[in-house]
């Protein structure tokens, strides 16, 4: 082989798994891939993991004479083994699937489980009988997980027949020992509303319906879910009655289109038209004939009826002619009334139960705190009484009021408060020592189950946005019962000292005494009052020049400090000039008028500031 680019010999190399130019060393193949059939490394002691035998052209003589090379015992069994773990893997991912499409999929370790212990005790072969032992697994655990294990959809799902699944059913429990209760009828209550729904409403209007018209017209105003409710109740009350009925050993699917039929009577009142064609209906879900369900409808319906009897308020069957003979008929009809009185059988039925139930001897438990335990030691006596009591019996007990109280603990920690700050929004450490603690016990015993996440969810907005501690006055109008002069005096607003500290001292006044009569000028009681002019009071000079008192200026900038004592008499005053009048102040005529606020509608004392800075430009 000759180097595509120089032409030179290529030679192999093994280090490089390539071939290589012996010029200019070109790679013949960049990738540098090796196939292991070219790397040939013999072991003697390599074991093959075939099943066939490493000395295939050897006989071997067993007890039953001889053997060709591969069939022996031991290498049969490495076949099988070999085929066995993939057949495993795959009806443990069957199984799986199955489930899931059932909408039980997290039954599948126990469902695979059982198939292998199945397999392993029973010797079974792997193919059709091993799937049908699979599905006969799946309803083991759905009869286990007391839920609808209809072996029809099972079959369907494995493609075999539901009468080979029954067998296979049947054998493996056998051959398990499994004790699997009966089936509640009421798992197959909801598939038989879906499937009455199916055949009520068809998907496709081409479609016709299996049922009557006038049927479905009847079927279609009803509320199916009650009616489920109403045969669930049915058979809870059938299947706990003490002793069994016979109807309890019976397959359960027929029972359930029973019940399920009863219950749609039970809500319409009246018998339903075409019984026996919604019984067919029913009954295919299941792969049942229709004379099955009807069967079972009249033996369900015949114990309702003994229970009617028993109910005083409803209405009884009434005969025609004489006796209760098998000729005698019944004014009304007895589906009529049967319908009629299912409800009020249901609630008998359960009031009696819940009488029986409640006849039973119960245990009572009571513990005691006993308050004259320490809390040092961090023991506690509890003494614990056990009596077994029946409802009728009646125990007196002493009175409360002459049990000791409690004690409380003196030092509670800071989840505590936050608590007691929840319960009651207006208690806290600060006013704890004027609301007495009776008022405390009292509000813990009108509300004793109130805890902190139901005052949260229950206060009002304003009290869980209150950040500040509550004031005097909410503490006192909390404890007192309301805010009005009648319930809180006005000496009692303040705490002792409380008044005077929020007044000034002395040297607190004399410091801020320049600063008041800068802003406020000094007030005197000798002064004469000042009137103003009606000019001066509210309107605006339209002439003259404005002037600002400089010496009070010149104190608020700090220039010449509070030496100046005696400028003070002419503070913070406005002078009005005419134009002929001097600058100076001493040659104009000066007035000085009363202090007032400044007008909303002017500028800076009264001025604008284009004003201001003309006085500036004035004055200097």
Request: with cysteine.
């Amino acid at each position: 082989m000759s180097c595509p680019e120089c032409g030179g010999e290529c030679v192999w190399d093994e280090q490089v798994c390539s071939s290589l130019c012996t010029q200019c060393g070109t790679l013949a193949d960049p990738a540098q891939c090796l196939l292991a059939s070219h790397v040939e490394h013999h072991n003697g002691t390599y074991t093959g993991t075939s099943w066939i035998s490493p000395t295939p052209y050897r006989s071997v003589r067993g007890k039953g004479g001889w053997n060709l090379a591969g069939q022996t015992k031991e290498a049969r069994d490495r076949k099988n083994k070999a085929i066995l773990i993939p057949a495993q893997i795959a009806m443990g991912n069957f199984i799986s699937s199955v489930l899931t499409t059932l909408g039980s999929p997290g039954l599948s370790p126990r469902a695979e489980t059982v198939f292998t212990q199945a397999m392993t005790k029973g010797a079974y072969r792997w193919g059709r009988k091993a799937k049908l032992v699979a599905g006969a697994a799946i309803a083991i655990v759905l009869r286990e997980a007391h839920k609808s294990d209809s072996l029809r959809d099972i079959a369907f799902l494995l493609d075999e027949s539901s009468v080979s699944l029954s067998r296979a059913f049947q054998s493996v429990v056998s051959l398990l020992h499994f004790s699997l209760s009966s089936a509640d009828p009421a798992v197959h209550l909801p598939i038989l509303q879906a499937h009455l729904q199916s055949l009520v409403h068809p998907e496709t209007l081409s479609t016709p319906s299996q049922l009557p018209k006038d049927l479905i017209a009847t079927l279609t105003p009803l509320s199916l879910p009650t009616a489920v409710r109403t045969a669930t109740s049915l058979s809870g009350i059938i299947y706990h009655q003490t002793p069994a009925l016979s109807l309890t050993q019976l397959p359960t699917p027929p029972t359930a289109c029973a019940l399920f039929i009863l219950g749609l009577e039970a809500e319409t009142r009246a018998p339903l038209p075409h019984m026996g064609e919604l019984a067919r209906g029913l009954a295919s879900r299941f792969g049942l004939a229709g004379g099955v369900v009807t069967s079972r409808y009249k033996a369900v319906y015949d114990i309702i009826e003994e229970w009617i009897r028993e109910v005083p308020w409803l209405d009884q069957f009434v005969y025609k002619g004489k006796g209760r003979g098998s000729f005698a008929r019944s004014k009304v009809p007895k589906r009529a009334i049967v319908a009629r009185g299912i409800k009020d059988v249901i609630q008998f039925q359960e009031e009696i139960w819940m009488k029986q139930l409640s006849a039973h001897r119960k245990a009572d438990l009571e513990l005691d705190y006993d308050p004259d335990a320490g809390d040092d030691d961090g023991e506690f006596k509890s003494v614990a009484a056990t009596s077994t009591t029946s409802p009728s019996e009646h125990i007196e007990r002493a009175p409360s009021a002459e049990r000791p109280r409690k004690r409380r603990k003196t030092q509670q920690g800071h989840f505590h408060e936050a608590y007691r700050l929840l319960l009651n929004p207006l208690s806290s450490s600060r006013g704890s020592g004027m609301i007495p603690q009776d008022h405390f016990d009292s509000a813990r015993a009108s509300s004793p189950e109130l805890s902190a996440i139901t005052h949260i969810l229950t206060c009002s907005p304003v009290e869980l946005n209150r950040r500040n501690e509550p004031t005097r006055l909410q503490l006192l109008a909390e404890s007192r019962g309301g805010s009005t002069p009648e319930n809180i005096a006005d000496e009692e607003l303040f705490e002792d000292g409380e008044l005077e500290g929020l007044l000034r001292s002395e040297q607190e006044q004399e410091a801020l005494k320049p600063l008041f009569e800068l802003n406020w000028g000094k007030e005197s009681l000798d002064d004469e009052p000042l009137v103003a002019s009606a000019k001066q009071a509210g309107i605006k000079a339209n002439s003259g020049a404005q002037r600002v008192n400089m010496e009070a200026l010149a104190r608020i900038l700090g220039e010449h400090g509070d030496d100046d004592q005696d400028s003070s008499d002419g503070d913070d005053t406005h002078h009005f000039d005419d134009p002929s009048s001097s600058r100076d102040i001493a040659e104009g005529a000066e007035s000085v008028s009363e202090w007032r606020p400044l007008s909303p509608n002017d500028g800076f004392g009264g001025y604008s500031f284009d004003t201001i800075a003309e006085r500036y430009e004035e004055e200097y």
